[in-house]
Nanobody, 121 residues
Framework: QLALILSGGGSVQPGGSLRLSCAASGRTFSTYAMAWFRQAPGKGREFVAVVSWNGGTKSLTDSVKGRFTISRDNTKNTVWLQMNTLPPADPAVYSC??????????????WGQGTQVTVSS
């Protein structure tokens, strides 16, 4: 399993932007698809975005298309989630995960520690 370390969370006003980073240890990073999920209090994990092992294929949940971007650099063992034009929302914990190129939470075996994102006035 990979060790995944997240950073970039915090508080931002509606309409603002944040960039989350997920850095992985080990040389096997490039063999995994990487995904981002989020979880609000009292709710289950929600799929946000996924990128294939070589960065050639990407998918985003409909609610963030046009505002969020997922990218990766296998030479740096890092995947990013750029979040723009953030709407007001309850605080949510964002997590990165390594696994197959799928959207269900059950597709992923390797999870990073979450980072909280808050969008409020």
């Amino acid at each position: 399993q990979l060790a995944l370390i997240l950073s970039g969370g915090g508080s931002v006003q509606p309409g603002g932007s944040l960039r989350l980073s997920c850095a992985a240890s080990g040389r096997t990073f490039s063999t995994y698809a990487m995904a981002w999920f989020r979880q609000a209090p009292g709710k289950g994990r929600e799929f946000v975005a996924v990128v294939s092992w070589n960065g050639g294929t990407k998918s985003l949940t409909d609610s963030v298309k046009g505002r969020f971007t997922i990218s990766r650099d296998n030479t740096k063992n890092t995947v990013w989630l750029q979040m723009n034009t953030l709407p007001p929302a309850d605080p949510a914990v964002y997590s990165c995960a390594a696994g197959s190129y799928r959207t269900p939470v059950t597709a992923y075996d390797n999870w990073g520690q979450g980072t909280q994102v808050t969008v409020s006035s």
